[in-house]
């Protein structure tokens, strides 16, 4: 497939997971430094709902934080997940039974066993594509 074919498809696949409602950052990190940081902060910019999940912080950004995906207080529409890709794959399978259908690995999460589990329960993944950062707008601030 064509290099602008793919990043068209890559594209479309973004803007349907923005028109979520709620979104979830596994990997969210109190350290402002931290991609995980960096990605919770570029949802609120954009005003965004979104839930930071971290296994021990109680809260990151002022927000409540939870220790994983079937804490969450609602289903979210979709998760972007930046974390090694060991732990990637455990999410996703966490993910696929909670029935989200919309995942974003960010660039350095992702693992070909994590894409291909996504994939088998039916999410749409985003990975080795463009990170949330840029799409989102982000601004160091």
């Known amino acids: 497939m064509h290099y602008n074919a793919v ?12 028109e979520g409602s709620s979104f979830a950052v596994v990997g969210a990190s109190q350290d402002r ?16 709902k979104v839930y930071p999940v ?7 950004e002022g927000l409540k934080a ?16 930046v974390t090694p890709p060991a732990v990637t794959e455990q999410v996703v399978e966490e993910a696929c039974w909670l ?18 589990k996504a994939r088998a329960c039916g999410a749409e993944v ?9 799409m989102l707008g982000y601004r160091e601030s």
């Open 7 to 18: 990043m068209d498809d890559v594209y479309k696949s973004i803007e349907r997971f923005l």
């Open 99 to 116: 029935g989200i259908r919309h995942i974003w690995m960010q660039p350095g999460a992702e693992s070909p066993a994590a894409i291909e």
């Open 66 to 81: 939870y220790p994983d995906l079937s804490s969450l207080p609602e289903k979210v529409d979709g998760i972007s997940i």
């Open 126 to 134: 985003i990975a080795g594509g463009p990170c949330a950062l840029l």
């Open 54 to 60: 971290h296994p021990t912080a109680d809260e990151v």
């Open 33 to 48: 430094s931290k991609y995980g940081n960096k990605v919770l902060r570029a949802y609120l910019q954009k005003g965004l």
